[in-house]
Nanobody
Framework: QVQLVESGGGLVPPGGSLRLSCAASGFTLDDYTIGWFRQAPGKGREAVSCIIGSDGSTYYVDSVKGRFTISRDNATNTVYLQMNSLKPEDTAVYYC??????????????????WGQGTQVTVSS
């Protein structure tokens, strides 16, 4: 069955970096769109980035462009989110999500069927 397991979260000072991992099992990354979402306390779950399995295209929301980079390793079936120049407003629980095929509306959380359990990222001095 499809399973997603996030890791790599933690506490980091402003300006710091973290790399999140999303270990996928039960499917091949080439066949799925993988999205990263985040949810801050008291707020809704919002899209951060995605990578399209079929061609490796990547997308970002404006607030993280130039700071975050999504990538994948097909050999280990893992998707990464490299986060640099972190800001306090990046504090949230980060989730990876998967949906078969190409997700046109990648920022819409309801487009994804499978979700991980989340990993906490806290940016604070």
């Amino acid at each position: 069955q499809v399973q997603l397991v996030e890791s790599g979260g933690g506490l980091v000072p402003p300006g710091g970096s973290l790399r999140l991992s999303c270990a996928a099992s039960g499917f091949t990354l080439d066949d799925y769109t993988i999205g990263w979402f985040r949810q801050a306390p008291g707020k809704g779950r919002e899209a951060v980035s995605c990578i399209i399995g079929s061609d490796g295209s990547t997308y970002y929301v404006d607030s993280v462009k130039g700071r975050f980079t999504i990538s994948r390793d097909n050999a280990t079936n893992t998707v990464y989110l490299q986060m640099n120049s972190l800001k306090p407003e990046d504090t949230a629980v980060y989730y990876c999500a998967a949906e078969m095929g190409v997700v046109q509306r990648w920022i819409v959380k309801y487009e994804y069927e499978f979700w991980g359990q989340g990993t906490q990222v806290t940016v604070s001095s």
